[in-house]
């Protein structure tokens, strides 16, 4: 309460910005990519045929797929939610498709324009996926042996479904790494800069006079940082999951458990800098260079099969590296003997700081600045 009182507008600022960072990071990968495990559609098919029944099995693909016998069953589908979107295949569009000129094809769903732009995208990727086909086997009959062959053997399905996941996992990697730097950064931007602040203008020495000690102050401090990381933790992980629906690959509660175990070890880190730099700007920059190189060295933001094979390794000295680490050995279902190690690993550099912190916090009794 004391730290919000003296610094509303900066502690507003760190959570706020962090948030529309990440929420900025999440729409620029909506727009290049739809995610759509949850996503269900529902097809009125009125010019039955060779190529509309194409259609359905590649739309089949990628969403579940529910046919309904008319428009109005369908839209009884959207309005409870049975179905996200429908698709209508009108009179003339298994000629069109044939011909190779879609026509009499559209789509309603009701669940607002990010899932109206996704189901657009994904009927189109199924269309040209038809006009494809249709393309290579120049005959009818061709075209006929063709789909048989995938009914047969599902290969379009089967492909997806790794290809899919492997993505999906990337790109929980991805937003992982970018909500641990921008953790750090936030985290650092009210801990340690309070520190520094309250030991230039001499808190410390009047909390003297006062029941509050200064070591009571010092972890008040470090508690709200917590919280901040926690706030931004929980955000991140309902954004994935509810708005814009994405597989992780692993249990959420696990995912918030080990990003907790970080957001731990970066407050105890920003206090053992805030404590152990003398000087504000001397501080600032230091914890900039720190989180930005290990950030981008970890392979949490830089994929680590892009780098140089020194830089692989010198990852694995990266405390974001065996956050990341731990949550693929949990996406590839690895053995928990090397999950647990991950974890330890992880669970030492946070005992590492914490020591380095009380010592430092225990040498350091009285600092001047310059």
Request: net charge positive; aromatic share 12%; charged share 15%.
């Amino acid at each position: 309460m004391l730290l919000w009182e003296k610094h509303p507008i900066r502690l507003f600022f760190v959570v706020a910005i962090p948030f529309i960072s990440i929420f900025i990071y999440f729409s620029s990968y909506q727009d290049s990519a739809a995610y759509t495990d949850n996503v269900s559609f529902g097809v009125v098919n009125h010019d039955r045929g060779t190529y509309t029944k194409a259609l359905e099995f590649f739309l089949s693909g990628n969403v579940k797929l529910k046919s309904y016998s008319s428009s109005r069953a369908a839209t009884d589908g959207l309005i409870n939610n049975d179905v996200n979107t429908v698709v209508y295949l009108k009179k003339g569009s298994n000629e069109g498709l044939r011909k190779l000129r879609p026509t009499n094809i559209s789509i309603r769903s009701l669940q607002g324009k990010l899932l109206e732009k996704q189901s657009k995208t994904l009927v189109a990727t199924a269309i040209a996926n038809v006009v494809r086909l249709q393309r290579a086997s120049l005959k009818d009959r061709v075209f006929q042996r063709n789909m048989r062959t995938l009914y047969t053997k599902r290969i379009t399905i089967d492909q997806r479904d790794t290809n899919s996941q492997a993505n999906k996992n990337m790109l929980t990697t991805q937003i992982i790494g970018f909500l641990m730097m921008m953790m750090l950064y936030s985290i650092t931007s009210f801990a340690g800069d309070v520190i520094q602040d309250e030991r230039i203008n001499h808190v410390y020495d009047r909390l003297l006079t006062t029941p509050l000690t200064q070591n009571e102050y010092l972890w008040g401090t470090a508690v709200t940082a917590f919280f901040i990381g926690t706030f931004e933790t929980g955000l991140t992980m309902m954004l994935m999951k509810y708005f814009f629906m994405i597989n992780a690959g692993i249990s959420y509660l696990k995912l918030f458990g080990i990003l907790e175990l970080f957001a731990l070890m970066a407050v105890i880190v920003s206090l053992l800098i805030g404590l152990a730099v003398n000087r504000k700007g001397t501080g600032d920059a230091l914890q900039t260079l720190l989180y930005t190189l290990t950030s981008l060295l970890s392979g949490t933001v830089i994929p680590l099969s892009v780098m140089p094979t020194f830089m692989q390794q010198l990852a694995k000295f990266m405390p974001q590296y065996w956050v990341v680490e731990t949550i693929s050995s949990v996406q590839k279902l690895k053995e928990p003997q090397l999950i647990l190690m991950n974890l330890a690993i992880l669970a030492v550099f946070v005992i590492f700081f914490f020591c380095a912190t009380l010592f430092v916090a225990k040498r350091k009794k009285k600092i001047q600045f310059i």
